[in-house]
Each structure stands twice: as structure tokens, then as C-alpha cells.
């Protein structure tokens, strides 16, 4: 099945300084999808990218889908401390499997006021 | 609130006991997911509907697990015989399956620990 890594692990930023996360795969991926999970929290729905080469923007936020569709990264620029929690890559392999989602382990975001 | 929820929030049992969660979608939403979440992973796929079909058991899921969702609204979760490896935090899932639509919306999640 579908396998995502994601690096890093754990990112420590001082607020204001950007951040990016990397989400990678061996094989070619039909679509990318980015969640947020604050502490306690439960998991919401960022975006989803589809097309190769895909770059699209919500406010400080800019993910990427890479143009052989076999990684994609989400950059923060300038973060604040509501940014705090842990992002997740996540895809399915489409068709019959569409919404069955494969997440990668998540990079925990901390950022020092 | 018109998101989803889950019943209980947290679980606590004792090996081998049976045990049962509930989750209640987003109303006009025809698919459910249900995921598993231990410490420091991402969420790990169980099983899904497609209103009351059940679509797809992940391969992980042993026999000691089962979901139903009968009227195609609520769905439930049943661990019976119950082992400390299932202790995790359970998560419940929404979508409204039509083009263009793929989000999933999750609930607050059931913590279950297994004493």
C-alpha cells in the first residue's frame, strides 16, 4: 500500500522564523492531503493537492506537490504560536481506496514566543 | 454543534472486558472512518462505510474487532476481549463523498486504556 515518510520529526522555532515539513514517498502518489493536530487535539483538514507541480496558498501557509507526484512539503512562513501542533501528510491510492487515508508520523511543530 | 462526535471520550477497562464506541458523522455525510492513534504516530486506518456498507477492514484489524454502521447514520466500535496493545486513542471520521470532496472531518476521538 501507500507509504509516506515525513521529516522532520520535530521542528523548534523561535516565533517568526519560517518552518517546512517534508513528506516523501518511493512511489508515485495520487493525491496528498495536509492535516493540523493541536495538542489534545483531533486532526483538521488543511488541503488537498492533486496535480503535479500543484502550489497552493492559505495565507502563511504554502504547500507544494512535487512534479514527479512523490513528495510534497507545507512551509509556514513567519510563524506564530498558534501555529503549535503537529502536521500530518496524508493520501490515498485513489480509486476504490479513495478516502482511505495512509498518514505519515508527523512533524510536532514548537514555536518559543 | 454539527461536527462529529464520539461516545465515550475516554474508556477505561480491564484486560479481557468488552468494550463499544460510538460515532455520529456529520449528518448529510455518507461515508465513515474509523482510525486508531497511539503516542506519537499519525492516525492508522481500521476501517470505513459508504452509508451502511462496510467498504474495507484494514488488515491490521483482528477478529477481536468489529464496526457496524446499521442505519447508515451512527456507526459503532466493538474490541472485545480487550489486551493492553489495544490502548489507544480511537478516531472517527466524516465525508461527504461527491466530486471535488475529500476532506474528512474527525471527532474529539475515544481514548481507550486497557489496564
Known amino acids: 500500500g501507500q507509504q509516506v515518510m515525513q521529516i522532520p520529526q520535530y521542528q523548534h522555532v523561535q516565533e517568526g522564523e519560517d518552518f517546512t515539513t517534508y513528506c516523501n514517498s518511493s512511489t508515485t502518489l495520487s493525491n496528498i492531503q495536509w492535516y493540523k493536530q493541536r495538542p489534545g487535539g483531533h486532526p483538521v483538514f488543511l488541503i488537498q493537492l492533486v496535480k503535479s507541480g500543484e502550489v497552493k496558498k492559505q495565507k502563511r501557509l504554502t504547500f507544494q506537490f512535487g512534479e514527479a507526484k512523490k513528495n510534497s512539503s507545507l512551509h509556514i512562513t513567519a510563524t506564530q504560536t498558534t501555529d503549535v501542533g503537529t502536521y500530518f501528510c496524508?493520501?490515498?491510492?485513489?480509486?476504490?481506496?479513495?478516502?482511505?487515508?495512509?498518514f505519515g508520523q508527523g512533524t510536532i511543530l514548537t514555536v518559543h514566543p | 454543534d454539527t461536527g462529529v462526535s464520539q461516545n465515550p471520550r475516554h474508556k477505561i477497562t480491564k484486560r479481557g472486558q468488552n468494550v463499544t464506541f460510538r460515532c455520529d458523522p456529520i449528518?448529510?455525510?455518507?461515508?465513515l472512518y474509523w482510525y486508531r492513534q497511539t503516542l506519537g504516530q499519525g492516525p492508522e486506518f481500521l476501517t470505513y462505510?459508504?452509508?451502511?456498507?462496510?467498504?474495507?477492514k484494514s488488515r491490521l484489524l483482528s477478529d477481536r474487532f468489529s464496526a457496524e454502521r446499521p442505519k447508515g447514520s451512527f456507526s459503532t466500535l466493538e474490541i472485545q476481549r480487550t489486551e493492553q496493545g489495544d490502548s489507544a486513542m480511537y478516531l472517527c471520521a466524516s465525508s461527504l463523498v461527491r466530486a471535488g470532496a475529500y476532506e474528512q472531518y474527525f471527532g474529539p476521538g475515544t481514548r481507550l486504556t486497557v489496564t
Open positions: 496524508a493520501t490515498d491510492a485513489g480509486g476504490t481506496s479513495y478516502g482511505k487515508l495512509t
Open positions: 449528518s448529510e455525510h455518507n461515508r
Open positions: 462505510f459508504q452509508n451502511e456498507a462496510q467498504l474495507e
